[in-house]
């Protein structure tokens, strides 16, 4: 079964919209000023297009460069991970958490109660 594309429904192109949240993501500007940089390089989008794109495509990107940096360090000979874990009591219900970070301080995966 072939996989759907997560930009079907839009009309503009997957790299225009990778560009636009990875400019809003990589360097901390206002959306107003993402939207500039875009008019400049010949691109029409407001400000919100920006903003929705961000919260529909964001946590997709940012997972993606995650296991892209994980297995980029993995591949390292030196690359290790620790374990952070605690008992935590909430409304008199005892919850597991936990986290997995690497030796440079990357959050690798979290676990905690909903």
Known sequence: MTRRSLFRYFKTSPEVIRLAVMLYVRYPLPLRNVEDLLHERGIEVS???VRFWWNRFGPMFATAIRHKRVDGMRAMPHWRWHLDEVFVKINGVTHYLW?????VGE???VECPH
């Open 47 to 49: 400000h919100e297009t």
């Open 99 to 103: 986290r997995a970070i690497d030796h």
């Open 107 to 109: 959050v690798l995966a």
